[in-house]
């Protein structure tokens, strides 16, 4: 099944890249906003399909961890700008408190993102802003929380 749902939806990612970088014609704003919103909206879904199908391994027992170095820097500044679009027509905002210290730690740097984005994208569902933050420079390891900052919204998630 996947492959049948990967295949198509693949298709049109690339033909919309494609139109839009390799200048097959003359494209105008309209069109551009058109094949932007086709492009974003086909990789949201690709991913949603990745997700479905990474369910369904995991309730079969078969979800396998590639542990890893991985830079959670990296992983949260991406996730940030990978949800940019689901936030920017809310006007919602997010803000990074990350300090300079090393991020480095073994995970699965693929799921770490998928976390941060569903975290995220969940946020971004939500009215108001969010802001991931790292712990304070005196804690001894990295802690993350997603602070909601909105009206009748309070605490940690």
């Known amino acids: 099944m996947s492959h049948e749902l990967r295949t198509p939806l693949n298709a049109i990612i690339g033909f919309s890249d494609l139109m839009l970088t390799e200048g097959v014609g003359d494209i105008n704003p309209q069109q551009r906003e058109f094949l932007e919103a086709v492009l974003r909206n086909g990789r949201h879904l ?13 309730e079969a027992g078969r979800m396998a961890l590639s542990l890893a170095p991985t830079d959670l820097r990296e992983a949260i500044t991406g996730a940030v700008a990978d949800t940019a679009s689901l936030r920017s027509s809310k006007r919602q905002e997010v803000w990074l408190e990350l300090d300079d210290r090393p991020l480095a730690v073994v995970a699965d740097g693929v799921r770490v993102r998928q976390v941060l984005f569903n975290l995220l994208s969940n946020a971004s ?33």
């Open 125 to 157: 569902g939500s009215p108001g802003r969010a802001a991931p933050s790292s712990s304070p420079r005196s804690a001894p390891a990295p802690q993350w929380r997603l602070r909601p900052i909105a009206p009748g919204m309070s605490g940690s998630w």
């Open 46 to 58: 690709l991913e949603l399909i990745n997700g479905v199908l990474d369910l369904s391994k995991i």
